[in-house]
């Protein structure tokens, strides 16, 4: 009897709305989504699932905690303040791929997908084993086109 293959995927992703609508035709093939929406959610969700995840998908520009971004503060200056500065974000997403593969270990294909287009930090993503970089603003069913050829399906 052969085994059957996984058909989980982590996605860390920060906006909610953007993850809802591109995973539609992933979910009506099958494929559970199962989301993060920050670095220290992705490490608590990997935990869980990663002996069953036949892929990731991650942004980069991901806040380290869901209060580092949504936390309410006495005025916008002091909001401000306590929100990540862009490299920081970009470099949370570097630190959790960074975690899956060596830390983990883990050999799953991961898919990044950022606007960031930085030649130092895609270098970093293709020594780190990220073969597949792309652009948001992709559709839906060219997101589940990306993840099919990912997985070899």
Same mark, same amino acid.
């Given at each position: 009897?052969?085994?059957?293959?996984s058909?989980?995927?982590?996605?860390?992703?920060?906006?909610?709305?953007h @993850?809802?609508?591109?995973t539609r035709?992933l979910?009506?093939d099958?494929?559970?989504?199962?989301a993060?929406k920050?670095y220290?959610?992705?490490v608590?969700?990997?935990?869980?699932?990663?002996?069953d @995840?036949c892929l990731?998908?991650l942004?980069?520009i991901i806040?380290?905690?869901l209060t580092?971004?949504?936390?309410?503060?006495?005025?916008?200056?002091e909001?401000?303040?306590?929100?990540e500065?862009?490299?920081?974000l970009?470099e949370?997403g570097m630190?959790? @791929?960074?975690?899956?593969?060596?830390?983990?270990?883990l050999?799953?294909?991961?898919?990044?997908l950022?606007?960031v287009?930085?030649?130092d930090?895609?270098k970093?993503?293709?020594n780190?084993?990220v073969?597949?970089?792309?652009k948001f603003?992709?559709l839906?069913n060219?997101l589940?086109e990306l993840?099919l050829?990912?997985?070899s399906l």
């Amino acid at each position: 009897m052969s085994e059957k293959k996984s058909k989980k995927i982590l996605w860390i992703e920060d906006d909610h709305y953007h @993850l809802r609508g591109l995973t539609r035709p992933l979910t009506k093939d099958g494929y559970e989504i199962i989301a993060a929406k920050s670095y220290n959610q992705a490490v608590i969700e990997l935990d869980k699932h990663k002996e069953d @995840l036949c892929l990731i998908l991650l942004d980069l520009i991901i806040p380290r905690s869901l209060t580092d971004a949504t936390e309410p503060k006495e005025s916008e200056g002091e909001f401000h303040n306590k929100i990540e500065k862009p490299i920081d974000l970009v470099e949370n997403g570097m630190g959790l @791929l960074n975690y899956i593969k060596q830390e983990l270990k883990l050999t799953i294909p991961v898919i990044v997908l950022s606007i960031v287009r930085n030649d130092d930090i895609i270098k970093r993503l293709e020594n780190n084993g990220v073969k597949r970089i792309a652009k948001f603003g992709l559709l839906p069913n060219k997101l589940k086109e990306l993840v099919l050829k990912e997985l070899s399906l």
